[in-house]
């Protein structure tokens, strides 16, 4: 049942992306340009033009570790929630690394090794694409150099445990060992970094070294697609047409992943985006070209963003705490092909703490916020008598962020609503594009 393409949307929209841009040219970047992070296999899937590309023998070698995952019904919360809903989740936490993330890991770690690559560069939040990481670059025998977030660090120290049992060396970001991250450290010492931060990093570490390339977990085009393994199951496994499709977004993968093959098979139905109210680059931030990063060191980048500049607080689900979103779900949200809203930290936890008692498996808090929206929905079923059926993903396991739930069961988190002038400061340094 597992896939034996990925799915690319791009050829099925209206209108093509914008490309990204050479911040000294201010035209689109060439193969030429990206080279120094991506190997060209990676680089043709990020421009590919067809709708599907053929998996390789020897990732779907690695994918059966764990692929097809399963698509489960939650009679037990439906039943809780008293709602005429039919809930499915496809779960994504059974692979190696406990989340969605191997599904780009392992392809990217494969490519690279094949041209000759010895040690991918990455960031990570959360822990789970760096863990991710980590385990696809043991599989090919890739050295791994990984920017923990400096919240996360110290938040999730099992996750870190996780990426260095699987070879890599982790640094807390911002990090002494770079250029970027020193200059961050000497203006704030006690930074609790960023995403955007931590990309600066891994790649100025990257650019410097030919035998080093970087790997990046969401955003990018090609990314997204190899992400759409898990909407491709979803359609084989699902036993009724959904009304509605909900995912989780910081960068984008986890929701582009479930919902691009249904937009392509379902494009009717309803699909909506859910992002933290302290990060949210869909709803409040601005549809410009930006940098990926913070020093500026990729190109510009059309999206939802924040401003590169923007640090957000260290709220716990820090898989979400990027400034922007992916420029190929920038333009769709654009398009007006889905929606998107914002949770709360308190009522995400609210929903995960939910989840467990009922289905039995702890949620990761990066898709506590597609539950927190499914419970919602269902209640507004339980008052209207529809039974809608919806579908989400849950993208990973929270066994390593029990730290967070301890916070919330002793009622010590606090939600955070961030305030506008924050998001104005950090909007003022968008480079301008003409």
């Known amino acids: 049942m597992t896939p034996s393409h990925w799915y690319n949307i791009i050829p099925d929209l209206t209108a093509p992306p914008p490309p990204p841009l050479h911040p000294a040219t ?20 990020e421009v590919s033009t067809d709708r599907f590309v053929e998996i390789p023998q020897e990732v779907l070698d690695v994918y059966r570790l764990w692929r097809p995952t399963p698509l489960i019904r939650a009679h037990r919360l439906e039943k809780a929630l008293q709602t005429p809903a ?42 789970q694409w760096g863990s991710s990481l980590a385990f696809a670059c043991a599989q090919f025998g890739l050295e791994c150099q990984i920017w923990m977030v400096r919240a996360s660090y110290d938040q999730k120290p099992y996750r870190r445990s996780l990426m260095q049992v699987y070879g890599a060396t982790v640094h807390a970001s911002p990090s002494p060992v770079t250029g970027a991250g020193s200059k961050i450290l000497a203006e704030n010492p006690d930074s609790t970094g960023s995403l955007g931060i931590a990309i600066s990093e891994a790649v100025e570490v990257a650019g410097q070294d030919p035998a080093t390339r970087y790997a990046l977990g969401s955003v990018l085009n090609h990314v997204l697609m190899h992400q759409t393994v898990i909407g491709e199951e979803a359609l084989k496994q699902l036993p009724e047409r959904p009304d509605l499709v909900i995912g989780c977004t910081g960068g984008g993968s986890n929701f582009a992943g479930l919902a691009f093959p249904f937009m392509r098979e379902h494009p009717d139905i309803t699909f909506r ?7 949210p680059s869909f709803t409040r931030g601005r ?45 769709m949200y654009e398009l007006g092909m889905f929606e998107a809203v914002t949770r709360s930290q308190t009522e995400c936890f609210e929903a995960g703490v939910r989840f467990a008692r009922t289905e ?24 209207t008598g529809e039974p809608k059926v919806i579908l989400t993903a849950l993208c990973g ?5 029990m730290a967070a ?19 104005d400061e950090a909007l003022s340094t968008l480079p301008v594009t003409g």
């Open 26 to 45: 201010m035209q689109p970047v060439g193969p030429d340009d990206l080279a120094p992070l991506f190997p060209m296999e990676l680089i043709g899937q």
């Open 86 to 127: 039919r809930i499915y989740y496809k779960y994504e936490g059974v692979s190696p690394a406990g989340s969605h993330k191997p599904n780009t890991a392992v392809p990217q770690a494969y490519y690279n090794a094949r041209e000759g690559v010895r040690r991918l560069t990455t960031e990570t939040g959360a822990g």
């Open 273 to 279: 985006a859910v992002e933290p109210e302290a990060c």
């Open 287 to 331: 549809y410009a070209y930006d940098f990926g990063d913070t020093a500026g060191f990729t190109p510009l980048l059309k999206m939802h963003t924040l401003g590169h500049s923007f640090v957000p607080d260290p709220i716990h689900a820090g898989g979400l705490r990027y400034h922007g979103m992916s420029p190929l779900l920038s333009h």
């Open 360 to 383: 039995g498996i702890v949620p990761a808090p990066e898709p506590t916020h597609a539950l927190a929206e499914t419970i919602a929905e269902a209640l507004r079923c339980k008052e």
């Open 397 to 401: 396991h929270g066994h390593f962020d």
């Open 405 to 423: 739930y301890d916070r919330y069961l002793a009622g010590e988190m606090r939600d955070f609503a961030l305030p506008q002038e924050r998001i």
